[in-house]
């Protein structure tokens, strides 16, 4: 996995409802994973999204996410895993 998201919502049932309806939907040819993130903070509900593609802005994915409820934070990390 090369590029990969994190998103921070208000609470588990938005996270819960974003990830039933955007998990495995494409975005710029890729087939996303969202998923609840295994590190979780306690003030907000973290989901992690895999498989982003380069061309996915955060803005993008904050505007998909929002359908379900306030985003609180919303980053793109570049890995450098092959």
Do not use: Y
Not at 38 to 66: D, M, Y
């Amino acid at each position: 996995m090369k590029q990969f998201a994190f998103i921070h919502l208000h609470d588990e049932a938005v996270a819960e409802r974003a990830i039933q309806k955007l998990n495995r939907n494409l975005l710029h040819c890729h087939r996303m994973v969202v998923e609840f993130s295994r590190s979780r903070p306690t003030h907000t509900v973290k989901t992690f999204v895999g498989n982003v593609s380069a061309a996915c802005t955060s803005s993008e994915l904050r505007v998909l996410f929002q359908e379900f409820g306030p985003v609180i934070e919303c980053h793109i990390v570049k890995g450098a895993w092959g």
